[in-house]
């Protein structure tokens, strides 16, 4: 098993950024895609970006491709997810996750391999 807490969520404006963290322990933190989601009030969790075990490849939703970045540090065993130019529609509670992917491409994983789950961090953009 591996404990994700992510950290960084607030409170901004519109055009502002944030850096979200996902701090994993527990298992070795390489074997794992990491995933970023985000459930706004009301709406169904949403994928917003993936980055691979090496940190190699990573793949956005259209909503924020352009604006975010994913990457990892493995060896502190933490993904981040850096978001620019925030805007009000990217309010959400946000959740990494892990998921093992037998070495299929990212894009491709299906949200029931993301079997770890962060505790979920609060972003909030207002205009």
């Known amino acids: 098993q591996v404990q994700l807490v992510e950290s960084g969520g607030g409170s901004v404006q519109a055009g502002d950024s944030l850096r979200l963290s996902c701090a994993a322990s527990?298992?070795?933190?390489?074997?794992?895609?990491m995933g970023w989601f985000r459930q706004a009030p009301g709406k169904e969790r949403e994928f917003v970006a993936a980055?691979?075990?090496?940190?190699?490849?990573?793949y956005y939703a259209d909503s924020v491709k352009g604006r975010f970045t994913t990457s990892r540090d493995n060896a502190k065993s933490t993904a981040y997810l850096q978001m620019n130019s925030l805007k009000p529609e990217d309010t959400a509670v946000y959740y990494c996750?892990?998921?093992?992917?037998?070495?299929?491409?990212?894009?491709?994983?299906?949200?029931?391999?993301?079997?770890?789950w962060g505790q979920g961090t609060q972003v909030t953009v207002s205009s």
């Open positions: 996750a892990a998921a093992t992917s037998y070495g299929v491409p990212i894009q491709l994983i299906p949200v029931r391999q993301y079997n770890y």
């Open positions: 527990g298992s070795p933190f390489s074997i794992y895609t």
């Open positions: 980055v691979s075990q090496s940190g190699a490849s990573t």
